[in-house]
């Protein structure tokens, strides 16, 4: 059952050197102080697993977090690559960084693989790509009653998923709005599973079409972290800090920019500074901070 931990906490009690970590949200609910509470204890070596890497990975990357990436497309959606990523596979800064690229098909059926306790993941797909050329863990098999060849990759398992939501209740029950992308899926595979969410309630009451509730025996550790996906978006509490995702592109590219950005804004931080956080950005002169719930 799930446990109500402060964040520090949490990350110390599940998160380990060389783990394979998921932080996982689709261009929404991003879990931004959670995975700045890893940067500041420093846990490195990990092999970080997400469908679609932007803006928080970038950071975990150039902050020296990364051994590995498992992921299935990477950028700063709407503005371009991710600076940090590009420097550890280029340039091996500030360490070298292996990298293992799917398909976003490849990844969504991998997760639900893991969260079936199946070995693999078997679909229609890589064919006429080129993925599977440098990818050695995608492999064809034929399919013992048609004869057809499919695709076949590993499940995902990770150590730890972590994931931001709207709400838990005092039960540790869990509430996911919005646009769902694997939450659930990295939430059953994975080993032990940590959610921030933006408060705790008494009764969970879903006012949407789309939504999902993760009972407590899915989850590890609840932790209440108001502001917690921000500068993605919380559907219902805040919107997303389009400014901020612009700005990243010129903090990223300079690793001095990067590093200062970092020790001001993460590592010299605490994590219930995400309730009210100002992100000065580089040479803007404005601060970017979370849209208060209307």
Not at 100 to 119: C, I, K, L, N, V
Request: hydrophobic share 40%; charged share 20%.
């Amino acid at each position: 059952m799930s446990e109500f931990l402060r964040l520090s906490d949490a990350v110390s009690r599940f998160v380990r050197p060389g783990h394979r970590v998921a932080l996982e949200g689709f261009t929404h609910l991003i879990p931004f102080a959670a995975g700045h509470e890893i940067i500041r204890q420093g846990i490195g070596g990990l092999t970080l697993i997400r469908m679609t890497p932007d803006l928080l990975y970038d950071q975990m990357i150039g902050s020296g977090c990364a051994h590995a990436l498992v992921f299935s497309w990477g950028g700063n959606p709407g503005v371009g690559s991710l600076p940090r990523l590009r420097d550890a596979v280029e340039h091996q800064w500030p360490h070298p960084l292996e990298i293992e690229e799917h398909s976003h098909a490849g990844m969504a059926q991998a997760y639900a693989a893991g969260a079936s306790a199946m070995p693999c993941a078997i679909l229609r797909g890589y064919r006429g790509s080129d993925l599977p050329g440098v990818n050695p863990r995608i492999r064809f098999i034929t399919c013992p009653f048609t004869g057809e060849e499919l695709a076949c990759v590993p499940a995902i398992r990770p150590d730890v998923a972590i994931i931001h939501a709207q709400r838990a209740d005092r039960d540790g029950n869990v509430l996911v709005e919005g646009i769902i992308g694997v939450q659930k899926e990295a939430a059953l595979a994975a080993a032990n599973t940590i959610v921030t969410v933006e408060e705790i309630v008494d009764r969970l009451v879903p006012t949407g079409l789309n939504a999902v509730i993760l009972p407590s025996w899915t989850i590890a550790a609840v932790v209440a972290v108001p502001g917690g996906a921000h500068p993605s978006y919380a559907h219902g509490y805040y919107g997303r800090d389009n400014a901020f995702y612009a700005a990243w592109d010129a903090i990223g590219r300079d690793r001095r920019a990067f590093e200062e950005w970092m020790r001001i804004n993460v590592r010299d931080g605490r994590p219930e500074d995400c309730r009210g956080r100002a992100y000065a950005s580089a040479g803007t002169g404005h601060a970017h901070g979370p849209v208060e719930r209307q």
